[in-house]
């Protein structure tokens, strides 16, 4: 059997967390928010206006056929950065079947971008050779707060490396960047404090930690996909800057669905909240 590990609850627990995560402490029904529920075993039907749902009807899991136990294996080995490879080992799935698992669980990450402030460094890197991509990354040091931009080629000019500080990097930071010369007299463009390393005299020190990061970014694709397309690449990069930034999203699937399957009916209660104050 496949269910032996420790990390997967039972099928009630799951059910239980589910439930939990959806719905707080008392289930409503998610299209009039009323609690007046009928329940039938795990279908329920609103009193009020008559729509039926289940625990996951009205969220993006809707349309799961796995068995919970195995969904919340596959969502386990996602948040815990176990390759395709070996999940469908675990999961007895199919590669193909684990990477659009994979794809649709990074779907629903969050898609904004931090401002990045008081001290930054920017530098950029290239994938999949002459027809790749260029990628710019921003980190502010001594913090989890990344930025980064995926251009269509690989030729990166002061244009691109202006757009990108104006979309994410605040006024008066300082920044440090390498000796490229798409950087040469950027504060002429953005207001900020540059300082250049020239490579070529042996001074990393300014761009090391975000040189670092192109490093482990490598390993993260290599290691969990294999391989990127350049298709794939603003997917892989956005999961690895989510994981960088929130790591607390990926604790356990509980954390993961908390964010991702909460917010729908978030958002439907900020919505009653207003409609309340309205009336
Ligand atoms: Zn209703």
């Not at 289940?54 to 056929?65: D, E, F, G, R, V």
């Not at 176990?82 to 779907?107: C, E, G, M, N």
């Not at 070529?200 to 970014?217: C, D, N, P, R």
Request: aromatic residues 14%; positive net charge; contains cysteine.
């Amino acid at each position: 059997m496949m269910y032996q590990f420790r990390q997967i609850p039972s099928e009630a627990k799951i059910r239980k967390h589910l439930r939990k995560i959806v719905f707080g402490s008392n289930i409503f029904c998610p299209i009039c928010k009323t609690r007046k529920i009928c329940k039938n075993n795990d279908r329920f039907w609103c009193s009020k206006c008559r729509t039926r749902f289940s625990l996951l009807s009205h969220t993006w899991l809707a349309h799961t056929k796995l068995p919970l136990q195995q969904f919340w294996l596959v969502l386990w080995c996602w948040t815990q950065q176990v390759p395709v490879k070996q999940t469908a080992k675990l999961s007895q799935l199919s590669r193909t079947t684990i990477y659009h698992w994979f794809d649709l669980f990074r779907s629903h990450l969050p898609d904004d971008q931090d401002t990045l402030e008081h001290l930054v460094q920017l530098d950029e890197a290239y994938f999949g050779g002459r027809n790749g991509r260029a990628l710019f990354l921003g980190k502010q040091i001594g913090s989890r707060k990344i930025a980064y931009q995926i251009l269509s080629h690989t030729n990166p000019n002061r244009e691109h490396a202006w757009k990108f500080l104006h979309s994410y990097v605040a006024a008066d930071t300082v920044l440090n960047t390498d000796g490229a010369a798409i950087y040469k007299h950027i504060n002429d463009w953005w207001p900020v404090y540059h300082n250049r390393d020239i490579h070529k005299k042996f001074e990393f020190a300014h761009t090391s930690e975000v040189e670092g990061m192109f490093g482990v970014l490598r390993t993260f694709i290599r290691r969990m996909y294999h391989h990127v397309s350049c298709d794939k690449l603003p997917d892989y990069v956005r999961e690895f800057c989510c994981r960088f930034s929130h790591p607390e999203m990926f604790d356990s699937p509980y954390e993961y669905l908390l964010i991702t399957l909460r917010l729908a009916t978030l958002s439907g209660l900020i919505k009653l909240c207003v409609d309340i104050i309205r009336r």
